[in-house]
Structures are given as structure tokens and as C-alpha cells.
């Protein structure tokens, strides 16, 4: 059988096809972990030793995928989030270590919530990790993709909570369906088109645009909406949460300024963007 270290190097070298020196490393020590269920610490001490079991034909397609930067957490099918482990593959986003400053934030302030919707949950990562949180709160989810719905429900299930998985489009009349909530909270698409052409292969060319892009001329396009369908659905004193795209921090005050919202606050994440944004139904 092989060592951990010539398996290590396999991965390194497809990865190192499209990532730099240091992320291909890391990508690689992670490979490795799934394929051989050896952790880190293993790997690091003892890379001499000899492999007990390994499927070779799993360490030939992760090679594969890793060299055409295909999302290690697509290759492995699991992303964690939260402390908790989601399914995640093409049709999902990938959940981001800065969403989970949003969860943490919506946790923190929100403890007694009663009943909590999730806008375009994807894999589920924010509103299984709320209904884990707050275990007392009704959490429901939205989206519009039939692959999102399906893992959210399993991702949930899989968690062990309890969250309401339904079909439901940001951009529509979702508030008809909602009344007297605690909580919205959304990481809705808003990267610019434009930023497409800059962002890494394992990103443009995977993950889904649906959930990633919004027109350049229209950044704002899912906030607005959100907002004001979260204005007919939450209570008064309700709290609306977003993730937001950095370079339009100032138009999203302005706009929720301009709506009436309340106690608007901007929270910067651990790279010190600013990243998230509450405020309050007066």
C-alpha cells in the first residue's frame, strides 16, 4: 500500500495545476484526510506510514478534479459550516467560514426568537445551523432551485432539526405566505457580473451563477425586494439580516434609510470588510 506522504504529493501536484503553492497544500492534506479517514494530526507526524485501505480509483478522480479546480467540498460532497457537516455539490453554493459571523450575530441577538425564515438557503447552511442555535425557534427556508430545496431538507434531517423547506422566489411575492416573524435573513446573489472574470475557476466555473451574480447596473436588485417583502412579513420590532457585497455597504444604508427600516448597523468580517447589515422593522 502507499504511503500518506505519496498520496499527499499525488494531490499536491494536481493541485498545484490551478493553486498556488500553499493552497494546493492544504487542499491536498485535505484530500487525503477524506480519502483515507486519517486526520491531520496523522498526517503531519507519520507520513511514512503505510496506508491500511484506500480506494485508488477515489485517489485518481480526486486528482482528476482537483487539477480542474473543481471545489474540494464538491469532490469530497461535504462542506462544514457552523461545527455541523452539509451535503453540498453543483447546484449549491459552497458555504463561506464569513456567513457563519452572520449566523452567529443573528444567534446573539435573537435567542427568543419565535419564528425565523431563511431566503435563499441553498444547502440549508444558515438555517439548519439557526434551528441547531435556537432550538425553541420555527425556522423556515426558501429558495427557488429544486436541487437547494433537496439539500437543505437532507441537510437538515442529516443535522437533526427541524426546518421547513419550501419553494419560494426572493424576487417574488414570498411575504404573502409569512406573517408576524421574528427574523429574515438572507445571503442573497450579489456579486457583480462584472467580477466574474476575476474570481478563481473552482468559483466561475462550479458554483451556481443563480445563486452568485446580480447586473452590475442593479446591485441592490434581491435586497430591495427582500426588504420590502420583510416589511409586510415581520413584526414591528422584527429583525432583518443580510450578508452584503462590501463595495455597496453605503447604498444598502441609504436604501434601508430610505424604507423606513430602523437601528440599521454595518458589521465588518474577520478581513475586515463590511460584510453584514441588520436593522429593525419600526
Known amino acids: ?14 493541485a498545484a495545476k490551478v493553486y498556488d503553492p500553499r493552497e494546493a497544500r492544504t487542499l491536498a492534506l485535505w484530500a487525503v484526510e477524506a480519502l483515507t479517514g486519517a486526520d491531520r494530526m496523522r498526517l503531519l507526524v507519520d507520513p511514512r ?18 487539477s480542474e479546480a473543481r471545489p474540494i467540498q464538491y469532490i469530497i460532497g461535504m462542506a462544514e459550516f457552523c461545527g455541523l457537516q452539509f451535503a453540498v455539490g453543483e447546484g449549491v453554493l459552497v458555504p463561506r467560514p464569513e456567513t457563519e459571523e452572520l449566523v452567529r450575530w443573528v444567534a446573539e441577538e435573537c435567542p427568543k426568537a ?34 437547494a430545496l433537496d ?3 437532507r441537510n437538515a434531517a442529516a443535522n437533526g432539526v427541524q426546518v421547513a423547506v419550501v419553494k419560494g422566489d426572493a424576487l417574488g411575492d414570498w411575504a ?57 412579513a415581520l413584526r414591528t420590532g422584527g429583525a432583518l439580516y443580510f450578508e452584503i457585497y462590501e463595495g455597496a455597504a ?18 465588518r468580517d474577520f478581513n475586515d470588510k463590511n460584510r453584514m447589515i441588520r436593522c429593525r422593522k419600526r
Open 49 to 66: 506510514a503505510e496506508i491500511e485501505r484506500v480506494d485508488m480509483g477515489e485517489v485518481e478522480r480526486y486528482e482528476r478534479e482537483l
Open 151 to 153: 439539500y437543505a431538507t
Open 176 to 232: 404573502s405566505e409569512f406573517e408576524e416573524l421574528d427574523v429574515v435573513v438572507s445571503n442573497p446573489p450579489y456579486v457583480p457580473a462584472s467580477d466574474r472574470a476575476t474570481m478563481h475557476r473552482n468559483v466561475r466555473d462550479y458554483e451556481p451563477e443563480l445563486a452568485l451574480f446580480v447586473p452590475d447596473d442593479d446591485l441592490l436588485q434581491f435586497y430591495r425586494s427582500i426588504a420590502d417583502g420583510a416589511a409586510r
Open 1 to 14: 500500500m502507499p504511503t500518506y506522504a505519496e498520496i499527499i504529493d499525488r494531490m499536491i501536484r494536481a
Open 114 to 147: 419565535q419564528r425565523l425564515l431563511d431566503i435563499g438557503t441553498g444547502s440549508g447552511a444558515i438555517a439548519v445551523s439557526l434551528a441547531k442555535l435556537l432550538p425553541t425557534t420555527e425556522v423556515v427556508a426558501i429558495d427557488i432551485s429544486e436541487v
Open 250 to 267: 453605503e447604498q444598502m444604508v441609504k436604501m434601508l434609510a430610505e424604507r423606513g427600516w430602523a437601528e440599521i448597523e454595518l458589521r
